[in-house]
C-alpha cells in the first residue's frame, strides 16, 4: 500500500542558492516525518543537511471550539466534541538545512 504525499519543491540549484533553507512538511507526525525523509536524501545529494528541527502538533480553530461547545449545550454539538477530542487536526515539521558543500 503507498501512501499519496504532496509534491515536494525542488532543491534550490545554480550559483546564487541560498546557505540555509527552511522546509515545512504538513501532516500528523509520522507522516511529516516520512516527507522530511525524503526530501533530507533529496536535499544531501545537493549538499543541504539538516541541523534543526520541530514539530508542532495541530489545534483546531478557536471559533470551531466555541461553536462546538455552545452547540454541545443543547446537545447538537457533543458529537462533534466528542470527535475533536478523538481526532487531532495534522500539524507540520519545520527542518532547517544548512548548505555544507557544493555538489
Known amino acids: ?14 550559483p546564487d542558492r541560498p546557505t540555509i533553507l527552511a522546509r515545512i512538511y504538513p501532516g500528523i507526525h509520522e507522516a511529516a516525518v516520512e516527507l522530511f525523509q ?12 539538516p541541523v534543526g528541527q520541530s514539530y508542532a502538533d495541530g489545534r483546531w ?8 461547545i455552545l452547540a454541545s449545550a443543547v446537545v447538537i454539538g457533543l458529537p462533534f466534541l466528542a470527535y475533536m477530542i478523538v481526532v487531532r487536526p495534522p500539524g ?4 532547517t538545512y544548512e548548505l555544507t558543500r557544493r555538489p
Do not use: K
Not at 1 to 14: E, Q
Not at 38 to 46: G, H, K, N, P, T
Not at 92 to 95: D, E, H, I, K, T
Open 92 to 95: 507540520s515539521l519545520a527542518v
Open 61 to 68: 480553530r478557536t471559533s470551531v471550539v466555541i461553536l462546538v
Open 1 to 14: 500500500m503507498t501512501s499519496s504525499h504532496p509534491p515536494l519543491p525542488p532543491a534550490p540549484t545554480g
Open 38 to 49: 525524503m526530501d533530507a536524501e533529496l536535499l544531501a545529494d545537493q549538499g543541504y543537511l
